[in-house]
């Protein structure tokens, strides 16, 4: 799976993105993973991680950390945000002073992410590299929708319903925080970034209402 | 199959704005929504959402291999059977520090077929499985990746003819080559995209220096494939650590 890799947007709206993950590896080191997800989640929570969760139970934006963290079992992946470097370098720093020995794994820019590693001391060791959409992308949906349901990286997220959103947010029955925190929980994983979803919804909603504005002057 | 109970749908529609694909159709001589059975790809949104007040999107049993196979696959809740892994059922770059599955000189190829959000026949996914193996890259073994468990044989690419007309969200071609083989692979991948009725999202897996960077990259110049910004990085720190 490669669920986190391949967001689209502008590149300023992707460098406020970042994902971080705790894998364990299938017949080497997947056996009582639960203490170390717990060594995770207190990393991640120590420096704001803004959503995170487990595929198995789902997304801290729709249930409660405690329930998360109860449900924890050795088929459970861990997985979460964060919105600025700073965070990153921190949380590796957490991660390779606790010396737990699962695999981590940071997406991003990777003008942001690689001098993160380098500030947080750690060493990459191998990288999937992004080479975008190939193929009949005449279907595909406009590109803001797109930048908001590639955050889900298994597409739960339909494009009709971000589209409902939108229109939820323009009619002033939803503000963008509460719109962002719907499509978040489609996203079991945990790894959808409401925060740079809610700055999406709004800058399009604010440009949508300008047109209608300028449209009406004439 | 995930079903609507024609006797409780009212016909209100709002279950459309749940479906990944579209397949939620309304019928206006009935005055009923129905799902398109071979655009589903049993995501279960519809049924995790709970979006029907009136309970009428049903799930029914999933009476054969392929149907298990293309809901284990487009519900990243379920973990496949044989990788043991949840979401599309492959571990790739994720674990490569510890499990050495991409060394050096090696590049992995993860093809996102249907990725963003299309979907995708499994006839499509045979098309690219078999361009790549053509151009000499070593499709991944089933114990690897989910796919691979339809091939009737690895080093064509070929799946069994019953799943074809399977709709997946999306389904992972997972391969790997030598580095000085990547430009063919890359080139039978730009013609294959011509030939496909869906869209795939590439990935390519490599072992990077300590500056994270690699100089296979610089392929992607000649055949016209702009560098990459976005990476997902394996920051090394599983044990015990691969060094091949």
């Given at each position: 799976m490669t669920h986190s890799l391949h967001r689209s947007g502008s590149i300023e709206s992707q460098k406020k993105d970042f994902n971080w993950f705790m894998y364990q590896t299938q017949g080497v080191?997947?056996?009582?993973?639960k203490p170390k997800a717990l060594e995770f989640i207190a990393a991640a929570e120590a420096v704001g991680s803004e959503n995170w969760g487990d595929v198995k139970t789902g997304p801290k934006t729709q249930y409660s950390v405690e329930e998360i963290k109860d449900k924890i079992s050795d088929k459970s992946r861990i997985r979460g945000v964060f919105t600025k470097r700073e965070q990153v370098v921190e949380f590796l720093k957490r991660i390779k002073e606790k010396d737990v020995g699962q695999s981590v794994v940071i997406t991003g820019i990777l003008e942001e992410v690689l001098p993160a590693c380098k500030e947080a001391g750690v060493t990459p060791h191998s990288i999937n590299y992004s080479l975008g959409v190939w193929g009949k992308k005449d279907n595909l949906p406009d590109d803001t929708t797109l930048s908001i349901t590639t955050m889900c990286g298994h597409h739960m997220i339909p494009p009709k319903f971000v589209e409902h959103m939108m229109n939820q947010v323009a009619k002033g029955k939803l503000t963008e925080d509460e719109a962002a925190i719907k499509l978040a929980n489609f996203c079991y994983c945990g790894i959808f970034n409401q925060v740079r979803c809610a700055d999406i919804i709004k800058e399009t909603v604010e440009k949508a209402n300008k047109e209608v504005a300028a449209a009406t002057e004439k | 199959m995930t079903m609507i109970n024609n006797d409780l749908c009212?016909?209100?529609?709002?279950c459309q704005k749940y479906c990944t694909v579209d397949a939620i159709l309304y019928s206006s001589e009935e005055k009923k929504c129905y799902i398109d059975q071979e655009r589903c790809t049993e995501c279960y949104v519809c049924l995790r959402q709970k979006v029907c007040s009136q309970g009428a999107i049903e799930p029914i049993e999933l009476d054969n291999f392929y149907k298990q196979f293309q809901h284990v696959i487009s519900d990243p809740v379920e973990n496949h059977g044989?990788?043991?892994?949840?979401?599309?059922?492959t571990e790739e770059v994720k674990t490569n520090d510890v499990s050495g599955r991409i060394k050096k000189g090696e590049v992995g190829i993860a093809i996102d077929m249907?990725?963003?959000?299309m979907g995708v026949y499994l006839r499509d996914a045979e098309k690219v499985a078999m361009a790549v193996a053509g151009a000499g890259a070593e499709l991944a073994p089933a114990e690897h990746t989910?796919?691979?468990?339809?091939?009737?044989d690895l080093k064509v690419g070929k799946l069994v003819d019953?799943?074809?007309n399977y709709h997946l969200l999306s389904v992972i071609v997972e391969a790997k080559c030598q580095e000085n083989q990547l430009k063919q692979v890359l080139e039978a991948l730009q013609k294959v995209e011509k030939e496909i009725d869906t869209v795939f999202s590439l990935g390519l897996i490599l072992r990077v220096d300590e500056n994270g960077e690699n100089q296979t990259l610089e392929c992607l110049n000649d055949i016209g494939i702009a560098r990459p910004h976005r990476g997902k990085v394996n920051v090394g720190l599983g044990k015990p650590l691969s060094l091949a």
């Amino acid at each position: 799976m490669t669920h986190s890799l391949h967001r689209s947007g502008s590149i300023e709206s992707q460098k406020k993105d970042f994902n971080w993950f705790m894998y364990q590896t299938q017949g080497v080191n997947d056996v009582n993973i639960k203490p170390k997800a717990l060594e995770f989640i207190a990393a991640a929570e120590a420096v704001g991680s803004e959503n995170w969760g487990d595929v198995k139970t789902g997304p801290k934006t729709q249930y409660s950390v405690e329930e998360i963290k109860d449900k924890i079992s050795d088929k459970s992946r861990i997985r979460g945000v964060f919105t600025k470097r700073e965070q990153v370098v921190e949380f590796l720093k957490r991660i390779k002073e606790k010396d737990v020995g699962q695999s981590v794994v940071i997406t991003g820019i990777l003008e942001e992410v690689l001098p993160a590693c380098k500030e947080a001391g750690v060493t990459p060791h191998s990288i999937n590299y992004s080479l975008g959409v190939w193929g009949k992308k005449d279907n595909l949906p406009d590109d803001t929708t797109l930048s908001i349901t590639t955050m889900c990286g298994h597409h739960m997220i339909p494009p009709k319903f971000v589209e409902h959103m939108m229109n939820q947010v323009a009619k002033g029955k939803l503000t963008e925080d509460e719109a962002a925190i719907k499509l978040a929980n489609f996203c079991y994983c945990g790894i959808f970034n409401q925060v740079r979803c809610a700055d999406i919804i709004k800058e399009t909603v604010e440009k949508a209402n300008k047109e209608v504005a300028a449209a009406t002057e004439k | 199959m995930t079903m609507i109970n024609n006797d409780l749908c009212t016909g209100c529609k709002i279950c459309q704005k749940y479906c990944t694909v579209d397949a939620i159709l309304y019928s206006s001589e009935e005055k009923k929504c129905y799902i398109d059975q071979e655009r589903c790809t049993e995501c279960y949104v519809c049924l995790r959402q709970k979006v029907c007040s009136q309970g009428a999107i049903e799930p029914i049993e999933l009476d054969n291999f392929y149907k298990q196979f293309q809901h284990v696959i487009s519900d990243p809740v379920e973990n496949h059977g044989v990788t043991g892994v949840t979401g599309r059922g492959t571990e790739e770059v994720k674990t490569n520090d510890v499990s050495g599955r991409i060394k050096k000189g090696e590049v992995g190829i993860a093809i996102d077929m249907g990725r963003p959000g299309m979907g995708v026949y499994l006839r499509d996914a045979e098309k690219v499985a078999m361009a790549v193996a053509g151009a000499g890259a070593e499709l991944a073994p089933a114990e690897h990746t989910p796919l691979a468990t339809l091939m009737t044989d690895l080093k064509v690419g070929k799946l069994v003819d019953e799943c074809l007309n399977y709709h997946l969200l999306s389904v992972i071609v997972e391969a790997k080559c030598q580095e000085n083989q990547l430009k063919q692979v890359l080139e039978a991948l730009q013609k294959v995209e011509k030939e496909i009725d869906t869209v795939f999202s590439l990935g390519l897996i490599l072992r990077v220096d300590e500056n994270g960077e690699n100089q296979t990259l610089e392929c992607l110049n000649d055949i016209g494939i702009a560098r990459p910004h976005r990476g997902k990085v394996n920051v090394g720190l599983g044990k015990p650590l691969s060094l091949a």
